[in-house]
């Protein structure tokens, strides 16, 4: 029987995630200043992951190619998990490691920023796609878990919830994504946010 406290558990575990990820404000506001620096002079942002983490990389392009709080022009963002198509033709004749880069060597440039999210830090296309990024002058960001994985030394910056409970670094994930998004987009449009 699913009782109360089960509920609360819940809630006190992500509330001790958030509250942890304030010892890593200076970097949320780092990644923060590379999004809004990547969009001010022309760049893309690029988010990919896997499962959960795809579902992440869409929601956040679409905080920036639609709006967070501001109305304001949409902003070159893309989750590259959304198309289908390319991901079964590059999967079918490239392996899956391939899905994310060769989409990157195709769209990618120098001055974009990838944002590559993975909960374990380990996933084989999303590293294979940072490689990629690196190699074409892409700023590199990662959104990790656990320890960090593999992950945590290939990117320029790298947020790591520290828990190996996946559904709160995706919690943790979304939290500093919108933190970003939000503060790019002031950055960029010079406004503050409604709450303010």
């Known amino acids: 029987m699913i009782q109360k406290s089960d509920v609360e558990a819940r809630f006190n575990q992500a509330r001790k995630v958030q509250e942890s990820l304030l010892k890593d404000a200076d970097i949320i506001k780092r990644m923060s200043e590379i999004v809004a620096d ?43 998990s959304v198309n289908t198509s390319s991901l079964t033709a590059i999967g079918n004749d490239f392996g899956f490691q391939k899905v994310f880069s060769r989409q990157i060597e195709g769209i990618g440039s120098a001055g974009d ?39 945590k030394d290939l990117v320029d910056e790298c947020l790591i919830v520290a828990t190996d409970e996946t559904p709160r670094v995706q919690e943790g994930h979304i939290l500093a994504g919108h933190i970003i998004c939000e503060l790019a987009e002031r950055e960029l449009f010079g406004k503050a946010s409604p709450q303010e």
Do not use: W
């Open 113 to 151: 920023v990838a944002v590559a999210i993975s909960t374990s830090g380990n996933s084989p296309n999303v590293i294979e796609a940072v490689k990629t990024a690196k190699s074409m002058g892409i700023i590199t960001l990662g959104f990790t878990g656990q320890t960090g994985g593999e992950l």
């Open 38 to 80: 990547g969009l001010r002079k022309g760049n893309k942002v690029l988010f990919f992951g896997n499962g959960g983490s795809a579902a992440d990389a869409q929601h956040l392009a679409c905080e920036l190619a639609g709006r967070f709080y501001l109305d304001r022009p949409s902003l070159p963002a893309l989750a590259l």
